[in-house]
Every structure is written in C-alpha cells, then in structure tokens.
C-alpha cells in the first residue's frame, strides 16, 4: 500500500475509502508526504464508479487507491465497474488492493486495464502473515522510474531489475516463498474457476444460515463480499441483536474463531471468514457450533 504510493504518486492521489483498511489507505498516503484528497462513503455502502469519475474529471489526480474487498464491513465494490474509468483517464495510476480476494474472485489484472494489484498471503491465500504479492503494469513502471522519492525497499524498479534475475531487493522471508509455491500448487490443483465457485457457494450459505436465525446484513444489498460475512447486529436498524462478545465466546468454547467486528462496528455487527482453505464440511461444523452458541446465549 504505501510501496503503490511512494512509486506512483507525484501530483495527488484520490484515496477511496469505505471500511477501516481503504480509510487506512488515506493516512497512509499523507505520511508519505503525498497530497491526497479522501472519496468517503459510509461503512457498508461500496465504491461506485460515477463517484470517482466526479472527482478523477477535476483533473486533480494522478492515481487513486481502492480497495477491491474491504475485509471490515464485507463488501465488495464494483471493479470492472471501477476499472472500466481508466479507458477515459488513461494517465491516472489505478491502484488495487486485492488482499481478502485474490485468489478466492476472479480479478483479470491485464483485462480490465488497471496498474497495480496487491495482496497480504495472509488474507485469501490462506498463507501465514509476512508476504505481500503485487504486480504493476508496463505504465505504472514506467511511472515508477520517474519517481524521485520511491525510496529503497518499496522501489518498483528495484523490484524489477532483481526479478529479472529471480531475485528481490532485499532477503524476503524464504519460508513464505517456499509456502507460497506449495499454495499455488494447491490452488491450481483446484482449478481457478472450481476455487471461485467454492468461495462463492460458502459465503452464499453464511448468508443463508444468517438469514435463517433472523439476522441482517451489513452491506448494501448486491455489494455483499465473497469471502466473508459482515452481519448486522444492530449498526444498521432491522434485524436480531445479540451479545456478540458473549456469542463469540460460546462459539470459541466449541473451537472455533469468530470476529466481533471491526473498528467502529465492533459489538454492532460480526463477521464469519469463508476463505482459504474452508469446504462445505468445514463450514458445516462452524454453523452447528454456532447453532450451539446461539441456543446457549
Ligand atoms: C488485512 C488487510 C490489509 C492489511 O493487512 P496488514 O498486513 O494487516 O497490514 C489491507 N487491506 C485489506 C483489504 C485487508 O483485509
């Protein structure tokens, strides 16, 4: 995140935000030193496109931040939707973080034209925390190179001349490599498409079993992620209200980790991961313990 800022960043930057990761982003540009402006939507709303061009039409940008999954209110804005501006601000970086839905939602870096994607292994890769993947396109390089300021470690074209050799600027963690590789084989193994479906078919039954026991969702209707769900415990009217930390704790009791929201919507929503590695069977288990909890509550 601040790597895609330091490399591409020379005029000012339109930070999306909509959740405690994307808003994150904003801060993070300033402490680069960077002139960034925030595009804030409420928690659980998406980014829209229409919203970005607004401000991209100004003039005032050279790149902007979006975060494709904001992993604290579980929703997921519109991409192709997103990406589909770069054909009208050619010269404007558009920067991805994909890091709770790469490899768990199709994400055609080369099709839909943007300049960056990244992703933390720990998110969606299902790896242990400690590496971060990106890739940038031949423009984003290029821009890198004219950057006076991208410093040594995030240096996009260090990264490249030493991929050229198989090497990176520095010592990476080796470990993780080494997990990384056997991961890929996992997940190709699976096959792309099979991946995406599972991750789509879980998260459509955490949906159902929230549903079920009377619970509303946190997202906006249609802008619900496919990796995890958000569920409404009272930040939004509508809906059952429980004791979440109470909750989480019967659920823990039965050998399982929930999280008790995020941030600001902590207490009042909670969230259920469906990525990685989790398979119908899996899931199954965490909805019975979590049947178990709630009975107990
Ligand atoms: C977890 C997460 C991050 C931050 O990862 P850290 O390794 O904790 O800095 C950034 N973006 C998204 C979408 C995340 O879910």
């Not at 030193?33 to 991209?56: F, H, M, N, T, Y």
């Not at 933390?120 to 031949?138: D, M, N, R, W």
């Not at 074209?157 to 996992?186: C, R, W």
Request: one cysteine or more; proline letters at 4%; aromatic letters at 10%.
């Amino acid at each position: 995140m601040e790597g895609a800022v330091r490399n591409l960043v020379a005029k000012r930057v339109l930070n999306c935000m909509c959740g405690a990761f994307s808003d994150k982003w904003f801060d993070v540009s300033q402490r680069c030193g960077k002139a960034a402006e925030a595009l804030q939507v409420p928690w659980g709303s998406p980014i829209r496109a229409e919203q970005i061009d607004a401000r991209l039409a100004t003039g005032r940008f050279d790149a902007l931040t979006v975060i494709h999954n904001e992993t604290s209110t579980g929703v997921m804005s519109p991409l192709a939707e997103i990406a589909a501006l770069k054909a009208k601000y050619p010269d404007v970086m558009f920067i991805v973080d994909c890091v709770s839905s790469l490899t768990a939602v199709k994400v055609e870096f080369d099709a839909l034209g943007i300049d960056v994607v990244l992703a933390g292994t720990q998110k969606a890769f299902a790896l242990p925390p400690g590496l971060t993947v990106f890739t940038c396109s031949p423009a984003a390089r290029a821009k890198a190179a004219t950057a006076p300021d991208r410093g040594y470690y995030f240096d996009f074209t260090e990264f490249e001349k030493n991929a050229e050799q198989h090497m990176t600027p520095s010592t990476p963690s080796i470990g993780h490599v080494y997990a990384l590789a056997s991961k890929l084989e996992d997940i190709f193994a699976e096959g792309l498409e099979a991946r995406f479906a599972r991750h789509q078919q879980l998260a459509e039954a955490t949906r159902a079993w929230a549903a079920g026991h009377g619970f509303t969702r946190f997202p906006d209707a249609g802008f619900e992620s496919r990796t995890l769900t958000c569920v409404n415990n009272g930040a939004k009217p509508g809906g059952r209200v429980i004791d979440v930390p109470k909750f989480q704790k019967l659920v823990k009791d039965r050998g399982f980790l929930i999280d008790g929201g995020y941030g600001k919507i902590k207490g009042t929503t909670f969230r259920i991961s469906n990525m990685g590695d989790e398979t119908a069977a899996t899931m199954q288990t965490l909805y019975a313990a979590m049947d178990e909890a709630l009975r107990a509550l």
